[in-house]
T-cell receptor, first 115, second 115 residues
Framework: GAVVSQHPSRVICKSGTSVKIECRSL??????MFWYRQFPKQSLMLMAT?????????EQGVEKDKFLINHASLTLSTLTVTSAHPEDSSFYIC???????????FGSGTRLTVV | DQQVKQNSPSLSVQEGRISILNCDYT??????FLWYKKYPAEGPTFLIS?????DKNEDGRFTVFLNKSAKHLSLHIVPSQPGDSAVYFC??????????????FGTGTQLKVEL
């Protein structure tokens, strides 16, 4: 089946630095990818939708200058958390639609800890 | 505004018995519903789905029921197995103008299947 590979799985960074998270679709092309964030014991909240070759669409309340999304190819989308702060510590998950209208495949997630 | 809610944060069931996980939604424009299973530090994995034009879908030990008038769906797992212990998210899809769709997650229910 369709696989979405997400890296790194875990990252610890210092406050004020930037962190890049990669999401790759394996064996299929993903024109649209989605980035979610999950706080402990809470739901997965959609942050933004990235479309290959165009600007990402951000959900209300998500700072686009802080969470930079690039979807330069049909198999790769990246999320860069810029000038990270401890409150950005969270679990970030990407997903891609897999051909069927309602099919979504998720990456394994990235645990970001900002110290 | 939580449009998809799972009012039970946790559920404990004995092995071999039935697990019933519930989900309520508020947006009548949702037209497709999915259940995902999630382990800590991993992305969600798809379990089963149902279209809004149906009231039941079954796949092995998993059955999803949809009551549109009550805006309620439930996931039945029978018989429950220890390996079913995980967090279960229901999710709903809303199709917006332009052909895209958006996945909204519930708050999750931690299922524990005890020996």
């Amino acid at each position: 089946g369709a696989v979405v590979s997400q890296h790194p799985s875990r990252v610890i960074c210092k406050s004020g630095t930037s962190v890049k998270i990669e999401c790759r679709s394996l064996d299929f092309q993903a024109t649209t990818m989605f980035w979610y964030r999950q706080f402990p014991k809470q739901s997965l909240m959609l942050m933004a939708t990235s479309n290959e070759g165009s600007k990402a669409t951000y959900e209300q309340g998500v700072e686009k200058d802080k969470f930079l999304i690039n979807h330069a190819s049909l198999t790769l989308s990246t999320l860069t958390v810029t000038s990270a702060h401890p409150e950005d510590s969270s679990f970030y998950i990407c997903s891609a639609r897999t051909g069927t209208v309602y099919g979504y495949t998720f990456g394994s997630g990235t645990r970001l800890t900002v110290v | 505004d939580q449009q998809v809610k799972q009012n039970s944060p946790s559920l404990s069931v004995q092995e071999g018995r039935i697990s019933i996980l519930n989900c309520d939604y508020t947006n009548s424009m949702f037209d497709y519903f999915l259940w995902y299973k999630k382990y800590p530090a991993e992305g969600p994995t798809f379990l089963i789905s149902i279209s809004s034009i149906k009231d039941k879908n079954e796949d092995g030990r998993f059955t999803v029921f949809l009551n549109k008038s009550a805006k309620h769906l439930s996931l039945h797992i029978v018989p429950s197995q220890p390996g079913d212990s995980a967090v279960y998210f229901c999710a709903a899809i809303f199709r917006y103008t332009g052909g895209g769709n958006k996945l909204t997650f519930g708050t999750g229910t931690q299922l524990k299947v005890e020996l």
